[in-house]
């Protein structure tokens, strides 16, 4: 007897910066059908996030902002100190990143390790 649903989901395979460490602590990075869907590696309990592609590009854009900043429309990206607080702009998740989590995401997203609008074109 076959047990596979026909409708089941694609399996998320979630993407690391090649400048993360190797202690696993990274900001997570998925494309999805819909867009891209980040997560924190340590707390995947904490919840995620999902961006439209266009909203993608934005956030990306936006972290290297200075200040506070949301003009992605999906989520604000805060400093806390040393930390970066990403939060929802309309559930309650919130995913907050040590400084080399966050800098290994920043030197991945500027290589383009996150870029998928290769993935655009083929969908």
């Known amino acids: 007897m076959n047990t596979h649903s026909q409708t089941a989901r694609p399996r998320t395979t979630w993407r690391k910066s090649s400048y993360s460490t190797s202690t696993g602590s990274c900001v ?8 891209v869907v980040i997560r924190h590696s340590k707390y995947p ?4 996030i999902t961006f439209p592609y266009h909203a993608w590009a934005a956030f990306v854009r936006d972290t ?9 429309g999906v989520a ?8 970066t607080l ?5 559930t309650d998740v919130e995913l907050r990143f040590d400084d080399g989590e966050w ?7 500027a ?4 870029d ?5 074109a083929i969908a």
């Not at 800098?103 to 997203?109: E, H």
């Open 28 to 35: 997570e990075v998925a494309p999805a059908a819909d867009g």
């Open 45 to 48: 309990a904490a919840g995620t």
């Open 64 to 72: 290297s902002e200075d200040g506070p900043t949301s003009a992605n």
């Open 76 to 83: 604000s990206i805060t400093k806390i100190g040393t930390d």
């Open 86 to 90: 990403v939060k929802s702009l309309t």
């Open 103 to 109: 800098t290994a995401f920043l030197a991945g997203a």
């Open 111 to 114: 290589d383009g390790e996150f």
């Open 116 to 120: 998928f609008t290769p993935q655009l």
